[in-house]
Structures are given as structure tokens and as C-alpha cells.
């Protein structure tokens, strides 16, 4: 099946400061999307984003296809930030969301 | 528009006994997946469902795992038999048309 690897596994931040979070998938996908799971276990939907650049406030997503990567960039971070961003992505014609094993984010005040 | 439902949020099972997890989809959605995450991992596959129908179980362990999702009514997912290894975070997804999955706030599942 398809393999997902997001890199860095942990990143530290001060608030404030902007991340770049990074999706590599091994082979070609349809469907790609970000999530954060708050300390609570909840998981938020953050962009559905299979091709191209979308941003919503102080994250933008940009997924570029044909180099089989997608990038999500945080920007001016909050202590509100902190949590796993996990990528998962689908591919053929029934999309299973498969994840990879997430980047684990703290900011500090 | 209520979003993903899973209930129980927490369900404490002795050895041997059975857990059945619930998911109410979105409204409109027909298409529902169920994950587990251990601590400290991601999200595992387990098996993706239509109405009345398993389209992939894949991910679901042979023996004691189960799971439906009747005409009316939500998604179960049963365990029979829990051992202490089935201790996990059991999410479930839904979409509309099997494209941007939603997730539930998940069911933890403690064996004891």
C-alpha cells in the first residue's frame, strides 16, 4: 500500500514563530487531507487539499501532485497550536485515508 | 449541521467481555470508516463501510472484530471477548461521497 512519512516527527516552537510541516507520500494520490488532534484527542479538519495552495487565516496548505509532496506552513504559532498534525492521503478510487505518523508540535508561551 | 457522534466517549470492559462502539455519520453521509490509534501512533485502518455494505476490512483483525452499518440507524463496531491489548482510541469518519473524511471525538476503550 502506500507509504506516508511527515517529517520532522517533533518540532519546539516559541509563539510566534512560523513552521513548515512536510507530507511525502510514495505514490500517486487523489485525495489528501491535514488534521490537528488537540491534546483532548480531538481531530480537526484542517484542509482538504489534493492539488494546489489553499490558506485559512494563519495556515496554508500547498500539495504538489507530481512531486508526490504536500507542505503545511504555520504562521506567528500559538500555544493553541500545540498537538499532532497528521497528513493522510488516498489513492484509486475508493479513498481510505491512510496516515502517516504525524508531527508533534509544542509551543511555548 | 451535527457533526461525526461516537458513543460512548469512554467504556471501561473487563476481560472477556464484549465493547460495542456507535457512530452516527454526518447527515447525508453514507460512507463511514473506522480507525484505532494506539498511544503515541497514528491512525490504523480498520474497515470502510456503505450503507449495508463492507467495501474494505482490511485493516480488521480476523477473529473477535466486527463491524456493521445497517439501513437505519449507526455504524457498530464490536468487540468480542476484549483482551487488554484491545485498549485504544477507536475513531470513526464519515463523507459524503467518499472524498474529505470528517472524524468523530473517538471512543476510548480501557480493558481491564
Known amino acids: 500500500g502506500i507509504q506516508v512519512e511527515q517529517s520532522p516527527p517533533d518540532l519546539i516552537l516559541q509563539e510566534g514563530a512560523n513552521s513548515t510541516l512536510r507530507c511525502n507520500f510514495s505514490d500517486s494520490v487523489n485525495n489528501l487531507q491535514w488534521f490537528h488532534q488537540n491534546p483532548w484527542g480531538q481531530l480537526i479538519n484542517l484542509f482538504y487539499i489534493p492539488s494546489g495552495t489553499k490558506q485559512n487565516g494563519r495556515l496554508s496548505a500547498t500539495t504538489v501532485a507530481t512531486e508526490r509532496y504536500s507542505l503545511l506552513y504555520i504562521s506567528s504559532s500559538q500555544t493553541t497550536d500545540s498537538g499532532v498534525y497528521f497528513c493522510a492521503v488516498g489513492t484509486g478510487g475508493s479513498y481510505i485515508p491512510t496516515f502517516g505518523r504525524g508531527t508533534s508540535l509544542i509551543v511555548h508561551p | 449541521n451535527a457533526g461525526v457522534m461516537q458513543n460512548p466517549r469512554h467504556l471501561v470492559r473487563r476481560r472477556g467481555q464484549e465493547a460495542r462502539l456507535r457512530c452516527s455519520p454526518m447527515k447525508g453521509h453514507s460512507h463511514v470508516y473506522w480507525y484505532r490509534q494506539l498511544p503515541e501512533e497514528g491512525l490504523k485502518f480498520m474497515v470502510y463501510?456503505?450503507?449495508?455494505?463492507?467495501?474494505?476490512e482490511s485493516g480488521m483483525p480476523k477473529e473477535r472484530f466486527s463491524a456493521e452499518f445497517p439501513k437505519e440507524g449507526p455504524s457498530i463496531l464490536r468487540i468480542q471477548q476484549v483482551v487488554r491489548g484491545d485498549s485504544a482510541a477507536y475513531f470513526c469518519?464519515?463523507?459524503?461521497?467518499?472524498?474529505?473524511?470528517?472524524f468523530g471525538q473517538g471512543t476510548r476503550l480501557t480493558v481491564v
Open positions: 463501510l456503505q450503507k449495508e455494505n463492507i467495501i474494505d
Open positions: 469518519a464519515s463523507s459524503l461521497s467518499g472524498a474529505e473524511a470528517f
